[in-house]
């Protein structure tokens, strides 16, 4: 009987493995592919902006916060009304200067040396830089060092004694920078291109020189520090590990006995125009094989009511599958890169750009091709597939605007600094789902203008062939010999 018993256990076995090894055996049954366009999604969830609390001390600092308690890190950036556009003209650099040595030349309770052993004994960062349009002054802490790292970061942005030695390292570190600005001639392009359009002296395009830095002592860093950064122009934004009111007692224990002068800040916008309103320009580069391209003419403000439209208009024209790429890239051979788009920034005009690199004797023909390219979205409807996938290529990259809570706590900074309303990207985001075709169309009627177009090239005269005179306007070359000091 128990012989019998194991016979049928095998048996079972050897049925079972049989089973297997057959089922196995069997071609695989493949689901017949769907095309793409078979294709179905879910709804994208709706993107809400985490909650934060809005404060301000008694001394006009305004504080947000927002809790993150994914990782033990505590991070903050202050927005400081201040910017490289109101310096003097004569002292170009003295913004920047003032931003790299508030952080490098120690305070009024450490020295340089001794501020960047104690960052580094936190494992923290703290940077400070002054730009175009505002001032920063950022921290990146562990949660357990916050008592520690803020208290010093506080003490960087309030006490600042701009150490000569330090003032005069950074100065040479400018000098060099100028010395290589010449070196890229992509960089050329960009920064011949503002002066085109804003004009060399404007506040938007001006450039640091020898001159402009020989002219700016420590004194020069004192008076703009003094004269802008103050607690009633100072936006704090405060994200992480943390309890908001411990960080906020936190705050008022560094920043609360800070008192504004008595003086209220008059800080005046320069406004911005466009100098040349048409042209072709040079900036012959004998060593290239190839030409660097820029043109275009003054765009506008985030703030414009058609700007969603123009985003969308934008997302024609750019990227894999966009005109551009098509038509310049992958139909002429003309080029590896291309791009055009009308731009805006928070409270100046930007500027319509358009451009690429090409070869030499290519450059006519990209240049004409680019501007036909112009031309037909301002003149011919686009096509519905054209404006769906512009908008959903917009409306599907929302997701990574919010990718981290210290992204929307920036973006909401900007937006008071700036003046713009707190839920402006949503606006943004229903303008854009509500362009149409006709919108596109009367965007690009209105907003490229080819007859205020500036072309400049940066390459290699005597290799464009033909020659840029045949774009039907004389040629100016920009000459851009760097300035050399006064002995």
């Known amino acids: 009987m128990q012989k019998s018993f194991k016979r049928f256990q095998w048996l079972g076995i050897f049925v079972l493995v049989m089973v297997m090894v057959l089922t196995l055996r069997l071609p695989a049954i493949a689901q017949t592919p769907r095309h793409y366009t078979d294709l179905t999604y879910p709804t994208l969830p709706e993107i ?9 001390l008694k001394n ?21 009304r201040t910017g490289s556009r109101l310096e003097a003209s004569e002292k170009v650099g003295l913004a920047e200067l003032t931003g790299t ?95 085109l359009i804003y004009g060399e002296n404007s506040p938007y395009a ?8 020989d002219n700016i002592s420590r004194e020069d860093l004192v008076g703009f520090y003094k004269t802008y950064v103050r607690p009633d122009e100072i936006i704090l934004g405060v994200v992480g590990d943390f309890e908001p009111q411990q960080i906020l007692a936190l ?21 911005a125009s466009q100098k040349y309103k048409s042209g072709v320009f040079l900036v012959n580069q004998p060593q290239l094989t190839q030409s660097n391209i820029l043109l275009g003419h003054l765009g506008g403000k985030f703030s414009n009511p058609d700007y969603p439209s123009l985003s969308v208009m934008n997302e024609v024209l750019n990227g894999f599958g966009g005109r551009l790429f098509n038509q310049l890239r992958s139909r002429q051979g003309l080029a590896y890169s291309v791009y055009g788009y009308w ?76 003046g713009y309303p707190a839920d402006f990207i949503f606006k943004y985001q229903r303008g854009v789902q509500e362009t149409t075709i006709a919108d596109i169309q009367r965007v690009a009627q209105k907003y490229l203008q080819p007859e205020q177009i500036v072309t400049l090239v940066v390459g290699n005269n005597q290799t464009i062939q033909p020659p840029l005179s ?18």
């Open 48 to 56: 809400k902006i985490p909650k934060y609390d809005r404060y301000q």
């Open 60 to 80: 006009g600092m305004v504080v947000y916060l927002m809790e993150d308690h994914q990782l033990p890190l505590i991070s903050g950036n202050a927005l400081i």
């Open 101 to 195: 040595v508030m952080r490098t030349g120690g305070t009024q309770y450490h020295s340089a040396k001794e501020v960047n052993e104690l960052i580094d004994q936190n494992a923290a960062i703290i940077e400070t830089g002054i730009g175009t349009t505002s001032g920063t002054a950022s921290f990146n802490a562990l949660k357990e060092d916050i008592e520690t790292v803020f208290p010093l970061f506080a003490e960087i942005v309030r006490y600042p004694v701009f150490d000569a030695q330090q003032v005069t390292l950074a100065k040479t570190q400018q000098k060099g920078e100028i010395a290589r600005r010449n070196d890229d001639p992509g960089d050329i392009a960009s920064r011949e291109f503002e002066k």
């Open 206 to 213: 001006r450039t640091i020189e020898f001159t402009t830095l």
């Open 251 to 271: 705050i008022e224990k560094t920043f609360g006995d800070w008192t504004p002068p008595a003086t209220p800040a008059k800080v005046e916008i320069p406004t």
């Open 343 to 418: 731009g805006a920034n928070y409270d100046f005009p930007g500027t319509f750009l358009a451009g690429g690199q090409t070869r030499s004797e290519t450059t006519v023909t990209f240049v004409q091709s680019l501007l036909k390219e112009l031309e037909r979205i301002r003149t011919q409807p686009i096509t519905k597939e054209e404006l769906e996938l512009a908008k959903d290529s917009i409306l599907n990259s929302f997701v990574f605007k919010f990718a981290n809570s210290g992204q929307v706590l920036s973006r909401l900074m900007n937006y008071e600094y700036y």
């Open 470 to 487: 045949q774009l039907g306007s004389e040629v100016k070359v920009v000459d851009v010999t760097i300035p050399q000091p006064k002995s």
